[in-house]
């Protein structure tokens, strides 16, 4: 038995090795997402006399600080995109799971990690691409996402 200050001593080095630095936002990673993203890719080149022109993060440019609002601007602008499908009779495969899944994503990360968008660019202010080249970018962000390890998904 530990007495007096070496006890202390221990339950403080315990508690210290608890909180101490983890990998921010490690395991926080999807698979269900990239497998929709894929499926509209499928379908966009078919959609291009649509001529739909979607604000476009490049996954060259994705930081790890600027994760969340990313991922915000994928949601809003697929949002866009599948409105404009919508209305072009285009049958899309789990649409409504696409954005909200993409924005519970960006609340995991938000909660990962203390984030501010301050410093990252506006939604508004990236370029503009094609519907295709919008897809190919948020699979490529996905992809980095899931290079970290992920956990086992839960099969309940």
Partial sequence: MLGGRSALASVFLCFVCLL???PPAAGICTTDLPKQVKSMIKIAPRLNHLGSRLYTQTATD??????????KCFSAEMDVLINEWKLAN?????????????KRLADRFSLAKNTTTSECRQC???????AEEFLRELEGTLEKINSA???PEDSS
């Fill in 62 to 71: 994705f930081q790890q600080n600027c994760i969340v609002s990313t991922l």
């Fill in 124 to 130: 508004e202010r990236l370029q503009q691409k094609d």
């Fill in 90 to 102: 285009v049958k899309i495969p789990q649409k409504k799971t696409l954005v909200s899944g993409l």
């Fill in 20 to 22: 101490g630095p983890t």
């Fill in 149 to 151: 390890p992920c956990p």
